[in-house]
């Protein structure tokens, strides 16, 4: 287990990101029972965090950590995977740098919520989709990014439900108990995640189909959209649960994830090795 200063930080950017996903989880059960809250997205989850005690200087070691991560994903999308091989490790790779790209997002978004400059993501998304489709090409292009926000979606459950996760464990340092919990954690928490931005897609394209940029406001108007339907609160409990036991199994990636950092050789020595 790498212990330089880079997987330090990976590790506890892992437990910041499991308490956004918690609070996250939080969020979405206000918006199941009509609660008033913050946007019920992880920005929303960043933005209650900063209003804690110490919760601005929280916001910026979530960010740190976040900035750790991608880092560690950027490393592993430029050289990273060598345990796998031809079209696997290429996709290894591609995934790092989607999680690379999330983890910058989502470090960027602690900046603005510590400097209290964060405006609305969703009143951004749905300037964005007005500017877009005001012609017939940012139309196409709200329904292309509708679709691979729902492909994503589909492929985070396809992750959870074959247990993809485990691949990226050390398992051999886990106890039957850990190992199980871990896998349920895994399955529930990927389920539930894809699940909510596969719904968040399917809504961009049907707003560039409809011409209804109301419709691209991204995950907050997504779950209250989605609360509006028969048994929404029920779906949007199951959800909140999901998005928990994703948020808990940050926390148990924190301790048994795989983690190679560019600045120890060895590390990435020993893994060719095995």
Known sequence: MSRSPLAVLTRAGLVGYGL????FAWLVLQVAFG??????????????????????FLVVAV???????????????????????????????????GRAAVYLYFAWTALKVYQAGAS??????QKLSDDLMSSAGGRWLVALAG????????GLIWYGLVKRFEKHLLTGRMGPT???????????????KGAAYGIAGILFTVA?????????????????????????????????LGIAAYGAFCVVQARYREVDAPDVPSAVRSKVAA
């Open 20 to 23: 956004v996903h918690l609070l």
């Open 35 to 56: 609660w008033p809250a913050e946007e019920g997205d992880q920005s929303g989850a960043l933005r209650t965090l900063a209003q804690q005690p110490l919760g601005r």
């Open 63 to 97: 960010g740190v950590g976040l900035l750790a991560m991608t880092l560690w994903q950027t490393y592993e999308a430029a050289a990273g995977h060598r345990a796998d091989r031809g079209a696997e490790r290429a996709a290894e790779r591609v995934a790092s740098a």
């Open 120 to 125: 609305s993501s969703a009143d951004k998304q």
């Open 147 to 154: 679709l691979a926000l729902a492909a994503l979606g589909a």
């Open 178 to 192: 850990a190992r199980t919990v871990a896998r349920r954690l895994g399955v529930l928490g990927y389920v539930a």
């Open 208 to 240: 560039a189909t409809t011409y209804d940029p109301e419709k691209a406001r991204g995950l907050d108007a997504t779950l209250r959209a989605l609360r509006e339907q028969a048994y929404g609160t029920v779906l949007l409990t199951l959800m909140a």
